[in-house]
């Protein structure tokens, strides 16, 4: 009986099982401790352009810093390439982007 739970188990090893459990179990922590990450960085100006830049595929017309309702955004003015500006206001901890 012993034989066989050891030869079992040498094939759950060499199948890759517990790898691919290790994997899954892994995983999700992994991903909450990126978005732990992204949300406690801090972006500077250049970057929320550089983000909005590459969202929209547009012309950044102009990009500050502004207070709004007491919190610090920047704000950054494009020209998309259907000729709308559009306006994107991002926060400098973390990112988010609002329109």
Known sequence: MTIEISRWIARILQ??????LLVVWVMPAHAALRVADHQRRQL???DAVAEVRQATAGRVVSADAAEIQG???????VLTTSGQVRIFMVE??????FE
Not at 15 to 20: C, F, K
Not at 92 to 97: H, L, M, T
């Open 15 to 20: 199948g890759g099982v517990l790898a691919a």
């Open 92 to 97: 400098p901890e973390g990112g988010k982007r």
């Open 44 to 46: 500077t100006l250049d």
């Open 71 to 77: 919190r610090a955004m920047f704000r950054i003015k």
